[in-house]
C-alpha cells in the first residue's frame, strides 16, 4: 500500500469519526448542521477513475450512515457529489496540472474553492431532498438548508486551506 493512499486513509478516518461524533450532534441555533466529509472528495487525485471515485464516495458515506445512524443518506449524498467531480473538475482544471495532483489551491487556485462549492451544493441538495421530501416547502427545511449549506462550506474552505498549506510546505 503506497503513502499517499495510507495517508488518505487516515485522513478519511479522522475526517469520519469528527463528522459523526462531533459534527452532526451539532446543529447550530437547532438549524445549520456542518457536513465537513465532502472535503475528501478533494484529497483524491485530479486522474482518480469514475468507478474509483464513486467506491470511494460509497463506502465513506455507508460508513457515516451506520455510525451516525442514518438510513443511506449520506451514501447517496456523497456517491452523487462523487459523479459530478470529474464533469466539474474538465470545467476547471489546468491542463498542464500533473495526473497525480490533488485538486486543491496548488493545482486549481481559486478553482479549488468553486469545485468545493459546486460539489457542496450537489451534496446537499441530494441530502436535503432524500432527507425532508415533502417537506421542500417548509421555511424551516429552506433555512436550515442554507445555514447548513453556508456553515459547511466555511468549514470545507477552513479545511482546504489547511491541508493547501501543509502541502506547500511539505513540498519546499
Known sequence: ?????????????????????????????RVATPYL?????????????????????????????????????????????????????????????PEQALPLYGTLRTGAAILMSLLLLIHHIVLYVLEAGALASDLHVVISFGAGYGLSLLLCLITLAFVGSLGEGHDS
Open 1 to 29: 500500500m503506497n503513502k499517499t493512499y495510507l495517508r488518505f486513509l487516515v485522513v478519511c478516518a479522522l475526517v469520519v469519526a469528527l463528522q459523526v461524533w462531533l459534527l452532526s450532534p451539532v446543529a447550530l441555533f
Open 37 to 97: 466529509y465532502p472535503v475528501l472528495l478533494l484529497l483524491l487525485p485530479i486522474n482518480a477513475g469514475k468507478v474509483s471515485l464513486l467506491l470511494h464516495a460509497f463506502v465513506i458515506g455507508t460508513v457515516i450512515d451506520i455510525l451516525g445512524l442514518t438510513p443511506g443518506l449520506h451514501a447517496a449524498a456523497l456517491t452523487a457529489a462523487a459523479f459530478a467531480r470529474p464533469m466539474l473538475l474538465g470545467l476547471l482544471e489546468d491542463k498542464k496540472a
